[in-house]
């Protein structure tokens, strides 16, 4: 059974920095690509960063582009975002999510979510 667990949000200021991490089981985590979507209030889910199985390859949305990093420890079962210069408008719940295969990081790929962290960027 495939469980994803994630931390570490919470309240930021603006410009401030977060660390999520999402602790995955249940499946062999090494063989799959992994994501992070948001989900503000009031708006659809938005796709914000991938990495293949191999951590190697990422990628990101256009709005955290420079701004966030998603990295992944293959031995801890472990992928991170780390998020640095927050804005206001990455107010969101956060979501991690497990590919269909091993590159596949659209919304389409994803098989599986876990339940969500907070983040809210406010002064």
């Known amino acids: 059974q495939v469980q994803l667990v994630e931390s570490g949000g919470g309240l930021a200021q603006p410009g401030g920095s977060l660390r999520l991490s999402c602790a995955a089981s249940?499946?062999?985590?090494?063989?799959?690509?992994m994501s992070w979507a948001r989900q503000a209030p009031g708006k659809g889910l938005e796709w914000v960063s991938g990495i293949f199985n191999d951590g190697r390859d990422t990628y990101y949305a256009a709005s955290v582009q420079g701004r966030f990093t998603i990295s992944r420890d293959n031995a801890k079962n472990t992928v991170y975002l780390q998020m640095n210069s927050l804005k206001p408008e990455d107010t969101a719940l956060y979501l991690c999510?497990?590919?269909?295969?091993?590159?596949?990081?659209?919304?389409?790929?994803?098989?599986?979510w876990g339940q969500g962290t907070q983040v809210t960027v406010s002064s």
């Open positions: 249940g499946f062999t985590f090494s063989s799959y690509a």
């Open positions: 999510a497990k590919s269909r295969s091993s590159y596949g990081l659209g919304l389409a790929d994803i098989t599986s």
